[in-house]
């Protein structure tokens, strides 16, 4: 009979120290060698759990029994759970395989093709899927308590970071493990969150950009070119300011967990907290939900802003002549035609030397920004009141969540509750709303700390005198980040030029320059820009 073997391990460990694959293969021979069968192949997997079917060499061993007719006749294993550890999975690849004349057999677990055979193979097939639940159970509790004594669960360090052998023994008589900056990579790290915030030479810089910039400069990731998605791993990992989560996600499906299920690492910092902060801010202002992605990529100045003075649609570039002619183009009239709006396309060079002159001239002077800076303490003053009843009914919120919380580890702590999942579920209930809370209340004292109150005259002539350096020096490029930041919409039609934007924006940017960080690109914080501040005028 024409027969196949398949071996398989779960663990890269196991391949390292070359466990078991050996083992398996050297009883699988002699078997084959002691029934008489022509051994046809050896599939050999290393390193695949059993739990799923996303192995490639078991699929490409499943693919060869398809065909017609299949090159052989039996799929050896050592035991059941090698092929499958999953019983509804274990059952449908069997019968997928009988249909095409392929038998499973196990030389430690031989069943008969009777009923009673049929049900010892399910019998076994269950207790193995048993086992697997049973054993990544006690593995996961395992790595939770490691996580919670402060070591490093991962096999891989993130970058700039290397991994460390402690004096401490674990399971297995193996060492523990914790995290240490590896200086070279380290510097690579803060390249990039230096470049991410402050851009280079004036020009703001995103994910692509820093990637092609490093690749240009020869820097690699471990020997790998960058890609804009391992910059964005890099600035939203939170072990570069000093925390790692252990915990987050599924092992298997990568869902999300909850947070009270989480556990905190502290791990070495790379990062500043508030700079990964302001970061993290920044790239949650850069959602493509939030700002076009072709506001942040081209060089137009107004591409994101500018609305079309005769329907209301958004702008965006054109180019005429082969290229040697750039508009600003509605684009209702671009897609629906001339009969759904008939405004005009709007040189792109006059109108940005239109609105940045404006901008320069008639709204970031010292009296025009004195008045917005003053209409915006009136507002602050008038909703402070309602605010306030809405930040301390916050505040007795998280107080009674914080007592139901303690209340029920208490009751636990006494025996008067089980800890089960209704339990549980009741406890993380609890948590998420406490952190809902939390972001609730942070939100109005972010807005009661916009420091209006603290800006002197001298503080705003000197901010607008810069700004408008900024402004007018088209080849920095702080003069579409300062925009960005500063204004929410423009609409040019005719002769009349129409600004909206945010009085709060404006009233840390004048903080930058009291704090000598002008030069700087600014940051795009979500904050920064709510919507409904009017700033209307006429050139």
């Given amino acids: 009979m ?16 070359d466990l078991s694959i050996p083992d398996q293969l050297r009883q699988l021979r002699e078997w084959c060698k002691a029934q008489g069968h022509r051994l046809v192949s050896e599939y050999v997997e290393a390193g695949a759990t059993a739990t799923d079917d996303r192995r490639p060499v078991f699929q490409q061993m499943i693919a060869d029994a398809s065909l017609s007719p299949p ?13 499958f550890r999953d019983a509804l999975e274990f059952g449908l690849y069997e019968r997928k395989l009988k249909r095409c004349g392929v038998k499973v057999i196990s030389i430690t677990q031989q069943t008969g093709d009777d009923p009673s055979g049929e049900m010892a193979r399910k019998l076994f097939s269950l207790f193995d899927e048993y086992q697997s639940k049973e054993n990544a159970k006690h593995t996961l509790r395992a ?32 060492n523990k493990r914790r995290l240490e900056v590896n200086p070279v990579e380290a510097e690579t790290v803060r390249r990039i969150y230096d470049l991410y915030l402050h851009g280079l030479n004036g020009r703001s810089m995103g994910m692509k950009n820093i990637a092609s910039h490093l690749n240009d400069l020869g820097v690699t990731m471990r020997d790998q070119p960058w890609r804009m998605q391992k910059i964005n791993q890099v600035l939203s990992n939170s072990v570069y300011s000093g925390e790692f989560y252990f915990n987050r996600t599924e092992y298997r499906t990568s869902k999300r967990k909850l947070p009270s299920e989480w556990i905190k690492v502290d791990a070495p910092p790379i990062i500043d907290k508030a700079v990964f902060d302001r970061v993290a801010a920044r790239r949650h202002a850069r959602q493509p939900v939030k700002v076009p992605g072709q506001q942040l990529s081209t060089s137009a100045l107004l591409v994101g802003l500018i609305k079309c003075g005769h329907c209301g649609a958004g702008m965006t570039q054109a180019t005429g002549k082969s290229g040697r002619y750039r508009y600003y183009k509605c684009t209702t ?9 008939t405004g005009r396309n709007l040189s792109r060079e006059s109108t940005e030397q239109v609105v940045l002159t404006a901008l320069a001239d008639k709204v970031f002077t010292p009296t025009r920004v004195n008045i917005m800076l003053e209409e915006m303490r009136k507002r602050q003053a008038a909703a402070c ?23 029920l580890y208490e009751a636990v702590e006494k025996g008067l509750l089980p800890l089960d999942s209704t339990l549980q579920e009741r406890s993380q209930k609890l948590q998420a709303r406490r952190q809902d809370v939390l972001v609730a209340s942070a939100a109005l004292r972010d807005k009661w700390n916009i420091p209006a109150t603290k800006l002197t005259p001298k503080h705003i002539e000197k901010f607008t005198q810069a700004l408008r350096e900024r402004l007018l020096d088209t080849g920095s490029g702080f003069g579409k980040a300062y925009v960005n930041l500063l204004l929410d919409e423009i609409r040019l039609d005719g002769n009349v030029l129409r600004i909206k934007g945010s009085y709060s924006a404006l009233a840390r940017a004048v903080t930058l320059s009291r704090q000598g960080k002008l030069e700087q690109v600014p940051s795009f914080v979500p904050e920064w820009r709510p919507q409904g501040d009017a700033n209307l005028f006429r050139s």
């Fill in 333 to 341: 009239r671009m897609n629906k035609g001339v009969s759904r709006c």
């Fill in 143 to 174: 790595m939770k308590e490691n996580a919670r004594q402060g070591y490093w669960n991962g096999s891989r360090a993130p970058l700039g970071y290397h991994v460390i052998d402690v004096d401490v023994t674990g399971a297995r008589g193996r």
């Fill in 2 to 17: 024409d027969v196949v073997i398949y071996a398989r391990v779960s663990t890269g460990k196991q391949v390292e120290k």
């Fill in 71 to 83: 090159p052989f006749e039996v799929i050896v294993v050592h035991s059941l759970s090698r092929f």
């Fill in 385 to 407: 009141t309602t605010e306030d009843a809405r930040y301390q009914q916050l505040l007795k919120e998280l107080k009674e969540i914080d007592a139901g919380i303690a209340r």
